[in-house]
């Protein structure tokens, strides 16, 4: 299996393809800048040099990391990008699932949330990208930092949203590589409370009042389940 990372450059996009590829996943990594992701490329493959197993990473511009990806492809970009990313790589997507990650933050405070007229990035994508592209909003909620540690699991549980089953059932098969567990919540709709959970970690996780950080969202079952 192949998968693409737009904004793979990034933190979240960094340590995304190393847990991925160090669960057996090839990765390419998207960016504006092919050159440069294929240089990020090299070094993430050899911080995964001792794993055994590990998939490979390489890089491309954005364009070029869709058409190599098999199925999936995640957008983690700045949510500035979000938009216009999507534009750009629209004709690529045929018969291919785009896992939209990003959270439209406010501009100059990342402890709120901006969403975007059509009520979430998730569904803003959908309507760019029209019916027959499938969207599911996932990963929304997980540190950058938690990712790129990878001496550490990672500490939370992950919520799915889309508005298509089997597109939905795909990318929790696929999340579910990195030992974790993904949860199906419902429609694309509902992105737009996912995607709020994150600006309200983003502020516990600075808290001086706060003894932790890097936080995720657990969904705990009753004692004894």
Do not use: W
Not at 4 to 15: D, F, M, R, V
Not at 146 to 165: H, M, R
Not at 183 to 204: D, K, Q, S
């Amino acid at each position: 299996m192949k998968i693409a990372i737009l904004g793979g450059t990034g933190p979240q996009g960094k340590g995304l393809a190393l847990r991925f590829a160090g669960a057996g996943v090839d990765v390419v990594l998207g960016s504006r800048d092919g050159a440069r992701a294929s240089d990020i490329a090299g070094e993430l493959n050899e911080q995964l040099s001792a794993t055994s197993q590990a998939g490979n990473i390489s890089g491309a511009d954005n364009n070029q990391a869709v058409q190599a990806a098999d199925k999936m492809v995640v957008l983690s970009v700045p949510y500035a990008a979000h938009d216009a990313t999507l534009n750009s790589i629209k004709a690529d997507l045929a018969d291919k699932i785009l896992i939209d990650i990003v959270v439209p933050l406010k501009d100059g405070d990342p402890k709120a949330v901006d969403m975007p007229p059509e009520g979430s990035a998730t569904e803003a994508a959908q309507a760019i990208l029209g019916s027959d592209i499938h969207v599911v909003g996932a990963l929304h909620n997980v540190s950058a930092v938690t990712l790129n540690n990878l001496e550490q699991q990672i500490n939370c549980d992950i919520l799915v949203c889309g508005n298509n089953l089997d597109a939905k059932n795909q990318v929790i098969e696929l999340v579910e590589k990195l030992n974790v567990k993904a949860y199906n919540v419902g429609p694309a709709v509902n992105a737009r409370c996912v995607e709020a959970i994150t600006p309200m970690l983003i502020r516990l996780n600075i808290s001086k009042k706060v003894p932790f950080s890097h936080a995720g969202i657990k969904i705990c079952p009753p004692d004894g389940h």
